[in-house]
């Protein structure tokens, strides 16, 4: 059976190793962080020593770090991946990264011997550990095809969205721009919500069964009233980043993103006020604004 491989083991690539392990590939995984890899050890997971170690027991490796500087350290140099990967092997590159920081990757691994997937992901949290997410995957067909099990293994839906490493960054960026708009709605309409004296649970129950409910809205607003603002997973430097990415990609293709920016400046405000806490924090930076909190027994007043 293939083997598989796993650089980082955050929220993210932890669920990735948990599912790919379910699914009975071998699994070798690196993280710096040594409570992450204990608990990789204890799933059942092959602790590697190093990046080079990784790669000479996997045939193909998620890369889920967080920027596009960490994809390049993993996979360059005498301790990268493609230094001792075995040739044939494949690099799917799960992180979300800029789209032109792919195409540089692309360009870079062309004469490796190992194949690049450009293979963003969504889904968060949830969809990592469930081994649900959807897979935004660019790469040539033969390719796909062969390393459709391990992909399988973590998700739910690939869509083949292109043939060029950058074309499945691009998508996610497209994807991003329209949920950071969303998360932002949400935040604040439950702080309207909130203000009008509106009970927290009446309000989710009513969005989470109308047209606007699905599980941005829905997840969000569950968070928001139970007051659960950091450890659920989604921690908000990640859609910091992701919007960032957006936001770049509109200013190099010339579009207007007047919505995303909206977003992009009250998860900056969240950032940077909480900056431990996860997305549906920078709705506390509204409340306070205007002294009010939605709870699921109903909204609080705090002036």
């Not at 009975?24 to 080079?52: L, N, Q, S, Y």
């Not at 459709?148 to 292109?162: D, F, L, R, Y």
């Not at 200013?251 to 405000?269: K, R, Y």
Request: proline letters at 3%.
């Amino acid at each position: 059976m293939m083997r598989a491989g796993v650089i980082g083991l955050g929220d993210m690539g932890s669920g990735l190793a948990k599912n790919l392990l379910k699914a009975g590939f071998e699994t070798t995984g690196i993280d710096m962080k040594p409570e992450r890899m204990a608990a990789f050890v204890e799933m059942g997971g092959r602790a590697a020593v190093d990046v080079a170690d990784v790669g000479a027991n996997a045939d193909a490796v998620f890369v889920m770090v967080m920027n596009g500087d960490q994809v390049k350290s993993v996979l360059f140099g005498e301790g990268g991946l493609l230094a001792h990967m075995p040739k044939g092997g494949a690099v799917i590159l799960s992180a979300t990264i800029k789209p032109v920081e792919a195409e540089e990757i692309g360009a870079a691994m062309a004469d490796s011997g190992i194949h690049l997937i450009d293979t963003p992901v969504s889904g968060g949290f949830p969809g990592a550990q469930g081994g649900t997410l959807t897979m935004m995957a660019a790469g040539v067909d033969e390719v796909l095809d062969t390393y459709a099990p391990v992909m399988e293994a973590v998700s739910a839906t690939i869509w083949c969205v292109g043939t060029e490493a950058g074309q499945g960054q691009t998508v996610k960026a497209c994807l991003q721009s329209l949920l950071g708009a969303m998360f932002s709605a949400t935040f604040e309409a439950s702080v309207l919500a909130a203000k009008a004296g509106i009970n927290g649970e009446v309000f989710h129950n009513v969005v989470a069964n109308s047209s606007g409910g699905c599980g941005i809205t829905a997840g969000s607003l569950e968070k928001i009233i139970d007051r659960q603002f950091e450890g659920t997973g989604s921690h908000i430097a990640t859609m910091h980043k992701d919007l960032t990415i957006s936001m770049g990609l509109g200013e190099q293709l010339g579009v207007p993103l007047h919505t995303a920016s909206a977003a992009m400046q009250i998860f900056h405000a969240g950032k940077t006020r909480y900056p431990d806490g996860d997305n549906w924090v920078c709705t506390r930076v509204i409340e306070e604004i205007v002294g009010a909190e939605l709870h699921r027994d109903g909204a609080k007043n705090t002036r």
